[in-house]
Every structure is written in C-alpha cells, then in structure tokens.
C-alpha cells in the first residue's frame, strides 16, 4: 500500500468515526503500515476534516520524511504496535465516552467480554460462548514507558484486536480498513453494552465481569 493510498483511506474513515463522537475535540489519532513506512496523523486537526496536509509520513526505521505538522506525542504507541502486531496495517486510536469510562470502571489489567453475538465482529471469535479480552494499561505522560508495558504485555499474552489505555481511550488494529472500522464499531458497541450492563445490575465498580 503506497502512503497516498493509505492516506485517502484514514481521510475516509476521520469522517465516518467523528461523524459517531469517538474523537472529540481533534482528539485521537489515526495511522498506517505502508510499503515505505508510515503515514500518521498530526497533532491538533480535527479528525473529521482531514486534509493531506494533515498527515505525517515516516520510514520503516521512524525516521520523519514528510509533512509539517507537529508528530502527536503517542506516535511512538502506534509504531510500536505495528512492531508487535506484525499483520497490522492500520491503527486508530479513539476517545469515546464508553470506552473512557469503562476504562476506569473496571480496575483490573483486562475487560473480558463473554455472551455477546456481536464478539463475532472481532476476527478469530467464533461464538459468544468465546471470551474476548482486551488488556487496560494505566495512563501515561512517558509514552515510551507505557509503550514498554504495551510491548512487556505482548510477550506473555499477545494482542490481537486492541488496548484501553484507563481514562484516555482505544488502541484498535486491523489488517485493513475494513477490518479496523469493523473491530472498532464493534467494540464500541460491545463497551456500551458492558456499561450498561454494570448500569442495571449495580455491580460496584471495580468488579471484573
């Protein structure tokens, strides 16, 4: 996939996922895997209105080639995952409410969904007798520290749909942009049912489900 291509791609999907409130106030950040590197976006646009101008490309090493736009601070999480996630080619990270929330909620390492159809929307869940796990790091100013806990994690349990990073938002891969948009809606989705859920059954929070 050549950078303008990938580039038209993460334009396309600014538009659909600001259009559902996950990246308020230009928050978020979007990437991908390219054929020379990686095209990012930059700090401060609204995601909603992307332009090419918006956008920073990288090469495989992480070396800035082009765009002049400031790097946003959590970069370095997003090649660090394509590092880990070797079939990755697009990473979104998003600010909903439910996945914000939920992050702090639940107080464990780990949000495991069991008992929804809609896990199927994940890729490798075949049933909702299966249960998804999607691992919690705790917030952190020192991106790269966080990005060795992301990486330290990896290594005994491999992460193969996405992250919650607590009171901050979602890290989701894909292998395309369909499968990326397809992981992220579906989370989503599944998150706000889990809120709801600990909603109406009172569960205190803190209590893994």
Request: hydrophobic share 40%.
């Amino acid at each position: 996939m050549h950078n303008n291509t990938a580039i038209s791609e993460l334009i396309e999907a600014g538009k659909w996922v600001s259009q559902r409130g996950w990246v308020p106030a230009t928050g978020g950040n979007f990437s991908a895997r390219t054929a020379s590197g990686y095209v990012v976006t930059a700090s401060g646009f609204d995601k909603g209105q992307l332009g090419t101008h918006a956008f920073i490309e990288f090469d495989h090493e992480g070396n800035r080639t082009k765009g002049s736009g400031n790097p946003s601070a959590e970069t370095e999480l997003h090649l660090n995952m394509y590092k880990l996630i070797p079939s990755a080619k697009f990473v979104l990270h998003t600010h909903s409410v439910a996945a914000t929330v939920l992050s702090r909620v639940i107080k464990g390492h780990a949000i495991n969904l069991h008992g929804y159809e809609m896990q199927k929307s994940l890729s490798g869940i075949k049933s909702h007798l299966d249960t998804l796990t999607i691992p919690i790091f705790d917030n952190d100013q020192d991106i790269d520290r966080l990005s060795l806990l992301v990486s330290d994690h990896h290594l005994h349990t491999p992460i193969e749909h996405a992250v919650l990073i607590r009171g901050h938002g979602l890290y989701v891969v894909g292998r395309d942009i369909k499968e990326v948009l397809r992981h992220l809606e579906g989370l989503e989705f599944l998150f706000s049912c889990e809120l709801e859920r600990l909603k109406l059954e009172g569960i205190q929070a803190g209590v893994q489900p």
